[in-house]
């Protein structure tokens, strides 16, 4: 259930594909982590359901891996893309 570099706005997209609502806070800082302030910040979730917390991570953590495996789609079908064309460029003639 692990995503490599998960940022406030991959959690944001989780909180939203999974109908949460939810207060983004992206000013609000860890106190170690000062140095690296990029994607950083804090999500507020409501739970208005009740569900108990485990749950409610699960469900966000399902909500992430979508959301990582959508942005990796993107930018594969980006790189295909540009390597198509770069293939058609040589082609000509």
Known sequence: ????EVTVEILREAAESISF????????LYPRSK??????????VSNPQG???????????????????????AKQAAAKKKETKK???????
């Open 21 to 28: 609502e939810y207060e983004l806070e992206p000013d609000k």
């Open 35 to 44: 140095r690296d302030r990029a994607g950083k910040g804090y999500l507020l």
């Open 51 to 73: 569900h108990k917390k485990q749950r409610l991570l699960l469900m966000l953590a399902k909500g992430v891996r979508r959301a990582v495996a959508k942005r990796e789609s």
């Open 1 to 4: 259930m692990a995503a490599p």
């Open 87 to 93: 293939g058609k460029k040589g082609k000509r003639r």
